[in-house]
Nanobody
Framework: VQLQASGGGLVQAGGSLRLSCAASGRTLSDYIMGWFRQAPGKEREFVGTIRWSGGSTYYPDSMKGRFTISRDNAKNTLYLQMVRLKPEDTAVYYC??????????WGQGTQVTVSS
């Protein structure tokens, strides 16, 4: 599976941004897709997942409320909608895919910078 993340950029605090992750190379119906982020000097942080088949999502408590993961089957694209962004959301955001554990496929990351 090849993953290409895009959509990052500079946004003011309180603003919104939608990241995309174009997937290719495999049929994704058996895959779980995820978003992660990593801020400078910090560990990678789990944002959430979506099952490609069925579209069920999971978010850790720390990510509930402002982040929404979705996918477009026809476009083979994963999305991360972020609203009410805060400076602490500044990070490189990565999409990933797995059929089994661990996360086997990763996109290259897209930078999100939230200014105060």
């Amino acid at each position: 599976v090849q993953l290409q993340a895009s959509g990052g950029g500079l946004v003011q605090a309180g603003g919104s941004l939608r990241l995309s992750c174009a997937a290719s190379g495999r049929t994704l119906s058996d895959y779980i897709m995820g978003w992660f982020r990593q801020a400078p000097g910090k560990e990678r942080e789990f944002v959430g997942t979506i099952r490609w088949s069925g579209g069920s999502t999971y978010y850790p408590d720390s990510m509930k409320g402002r982040f929404t993961i979705s996918r477009d089957n026809a476009k083979n694209t994963l999305y991360l909608q972020m609203v009410r962004l805060k400076p602490e959301d500044t990070a490189v955001y990565y999409c990933a895919a797995r059929k089994y554990s661990p996360w086997a496929y990763w996109g290259q990351g897209t930078q999100v910078t939230v200014s105060s």
